[in-house]
């Protein structure tokens, strides 16, 4: 685990855990020069859209290999698509009507969007 190291008052060191350093340098933006006050404080990453050729292939896959869920989704959407929610991230999974827009599956390109996500060591 990554750790950082504060003074305190006294002289001694004291290691904060990764949730505090979090919290730690959001104070350290408080009251800072004017354009970094206008920074909004993001807390983390709320969720990713994709598109897709085919929902229900994409649900299989991040359901069944990465443990994602799938969550209700509102029913005024009027196009097909997926909500899924874990690990603290939601992922919206949206059918294409063009499947031209989308990139070959056969090629991939680093260029092209994409997400990436931590696993364990299998």
């Not at 959407?77 to 031209?100: C, E, M, P, R, T």
Request: charged share 30%.
């Amino acid at each position: 685990m990554q750790q950082m190291k504060e003074e305190e008052s006294n002289g001694q060191e004291k290691k904060l855990s990764t949730n505090e350093e979090s919290q730690h340098k959001e104070k350290d933006y408080e009251g800072k020069d004017q354009k970094e006050e206008h920074q909004l404080p993001l807390m983390a990453l709320n969720l990713v859209s994709r598109l897709c050729r085919n929902v229900e292939e994409s649900v299989d896959f991040y359901t069944k290999m990465l443990g994602f869920v799938k969550i209700e989704r509102p029913p005024a959407f009027d196009f097909d698509g997926a909500w899924l929610f874990n690990y603290g991230v939601g992922i919206h999974l949206v059918q294409s009507k063009d499947k031209d827009r989308l990139p070959d599956q056969d090629h991939l390109d680093p260029m092209d969007n994409h997400i990436s996500f931590q696993v364990h060591l299998l």
